[in-house]
Each structure stands twice: as structure tokens, then as C-alpha cells.
């Protein structure tokens, strides 16, 4: 269904982006950040699936700034963490912002991120003009994150991920007391993706159904 295209960031940085266009009228702009796994098969088949239910879907290829067009094994974590290291969440965030801008004519935008995307996601929600965010078992945020987001942003959660731990989550609400958090008996870390070990289809297709139910309210 998409295509590869190509974007240009606010610091002069070109990178390749997978885009997915509904076939009617756009209900509005989403961008799919990636895990610390590149630009994979199941990224690509999450952003055709938010263009199958009518919204232009964007995923930048973040390790583009070190190592282009990275598209990892699951299994291959150790390369992800390097990969990942090499891009700072500054840098990370003007991709994002590129990405909204192409985004623009379709109307409101989202960000939607998993793992490492779904840290980035509640960055996006503190620093870019966007209308929400969702933010998929994001396990740094608790770490990392020290504002209160100024767009809604929905959280999902597995109750057996180990990277994000009840303290994380009783965190995280603090942080975010606005935010809209689900936590998913019996899911664990990547709960959401088909080609994980830890895939729970029940829960990640409530989970999606309650994605699509907030980018209804905030990008209406």
C-alpha cells in the first residue's frame, strides 16, 4: 500500500520515511515511530493499517542519521541499542517534526510510537504542535521524562512488560495526571507487535481499538 519517500528536517538532515495514504479523504495525519528495530515489515504493516482506517501514515527512519535504511531481527537488540544511541532525542524530534510538516495538508497529526518510538512519543506531546499522542510500552518516559506533555496523549501498558514497572506507571500518571494510561493483564513488552514473542492479539487489537477511538476525539 505505501511508498518511500523522502523528508528534509529543520537541521538540513534528509532521510528515507515509509508513507501509506488512505484511499479516500484523510481523517487526518499520523507518524509511526519505529522501535529501536529500524523501519520493519511490522512498522510498514502498522502504517498501512491506520491508512486502511483513513489516515495519511508516515514512519521516519530514525537510525537514518547513522546508519540508513536499518532493519533489524528482533532478536538483535545489542545493534538496536547501538543504533539508537547514536541518535539523540533532539535529533530524533526534528525527524518527527519533518514528518508532521508533511503531514500538514492531511489535517490534524498524531504521533504514534513504540518502545523507544513510544518515549518519543510523549516528547513529541511536550515540544511539537500536534494534536495528541500514543505512546505504546514506552520505557523511558519515567526515566527520561521531567514536564508535563501540553497535548493528550493515550498510554498502553502491559502489566508483564519488565522494562516498565508498577513504580514506572505510578510514575508516569504523575507526570502526566491528564493522561489517559491503560495498563493490559497478562501483556508484556511489544505486546502489540505480530512478530514478538510477547504479541497478545486481544490486547493489541483493544488497544487499537482505543487508538483509533482518541484520534477520533483529538484530530476530529
Same mark, same amino acid.
Given at each position: 500500500?505505501?511508498?518511500?519517500?523522502?523528508?528534509?528536517?529543520?537541521?538540513? *538532515?534528509?532521510?528515507?520515511?515509509?508513507?501509506?495514504?488512505?484511499?479516500?479523504?484523510?481523517?487526518?495525519?499520523?507518524?509511526?515511530?519505529?522501535?529501536?528495530?529500524?523501519?520493519?515489515?511490522?512498522?510498514?504493516?502498522?502504517?498501512?493499517? %491506520?491508512?486502511?482506517? !483513513? %489516515?495519511?501514515?508516515? =514512519?521516519?527512519?530514525?537510525?537514518?542519521?547513522?546508519?540508513?535504511?536499518?532493519?533489524?531481527?528482533?532478536?538483535?537488540?545489542?545493534?538496536?541499542?547501538?543504533?539508537?544511541?547514536?541518535?539523540?532525542?533532539?535529533?530524533?524530534?526534528?525527524?518527527?517534526?519533518?514528518?508532521?510538516?508533511?503531514?500538514?495538508?492531511?489535517?490534524?497529526?498524531?504521533?504514534?510510537?513504540? /518502545?523507544?518510538?513510544?518515549?518519543?512519543?510523549?516528547?513529541?506531546? /511536550?515540544?511539537?504542535?500536534?494534536? /495528541?499522542?500514543?505512546? %505504546?510500552?514506552?520505557?523511558?518516559?519515567?526515566?527520561?521524562?521531567?514536564?508535563?506533555?501540553?497535548?493528550?496523549?493515550?498510554?498502553?501498558?502491559?502489566?508483564?512488560?519488565? *522494562?516498565?514497572?508498577?513504580?514506572?506507571?505510578? =510514575?508516569?500518571?504523575?507526570?502526566?495526571?491528564?493522561?489517559?494510561?491503560?495498563?493490559?493483564?497478562?501483556?508484556?513488552? !511489544?505486546?502489540? /507487535?505480530?512478530?514478538? =514473542?510477547? *504479541?497478545?492479539?486481544?490486547?493489541?487489537?483493544?488497544?487499537?481499538?482505543?487508538?483509533?477511538?482518541?484520534?477520533?476525539? *483529538?484530530?476530529?
Amino acid at each position: 500500500m505505501g511508498n518511500w519517500i523522502r523528508l528534509q528536517t529543520s537541521d538540513s *538532515h534528509e532521510l528515507d520515511a515509509y508513507r501509506a495514504d488512505p484511499a479516500g479523504k484523510p481523517l487526518g495525519g499520523v507518524v509511526i515511530v519505529q522501535e529501536i528495530f529500524g523501519v520493519t515489515g511490522h512498522i510498514r504493516q502498522v502504517a498501512d493499517g %491506520y491508512a486502511a482506517r !483513513g %489516515y495519511v501514515a508516515i =514512519a521516519p527512519a530514525l537510525f537514518d542519521r547513522s546508519t540508513p535504511r536499518t532493519e533489524l531481527a528482533y532478536s538483535d537488540v545489542a545493534a538496536g541499542k547501538d543504533a539508537q544511541s547514536k541518535v539523540t532525542p533532539q535529533m530524533a524530534l526534528a525527524d518527527i517534526a519533518a514528518s508532521v510538516a508533511a503531514l500538514r495538508p492531511a489535517g490534524k497529526v498524531a504521533v504514534i510510537g513504540y /518502545c523507544w518510538g513510544g518515549t518519543l512519543a510523549y516528547f513529541a506531546a /511536550c515540544k511539537l504542535d500536534i494534536g /495528541c499522542a500514543i505512546s %505504546y510500552y514506552g520505557g523511558m518516559i519515567a526515566k527520561l521524562g521531567t514536564e508535563k506533555p501540553v497535548h493528550p496523549v493515550l498510554y498502553h501498558i502491559g502489566d508483564r512488560d519488565m *522494562h516498565i514497572s508498577k513504580d514506572d506507571v505510578a =510514575a508516569i500518571r504523575r507526570l502526566d495526571p491528564d493522561g489517559v494510561v491503560h495498563v493490559y493483564g497478562g501483556a508484556g513488552h !511489544g505486546f502489540n /507487535c505480530n512478530e514478538r =514473542a510477547d *504479541h497478545h492479539p486481544a490486547n493489541a487489537a483493544l488497544a487499537l481499538d482505543r487508538s483509533i477511538e482518541f484520534l477520533r476525539t *483529538h484530530l476530529a
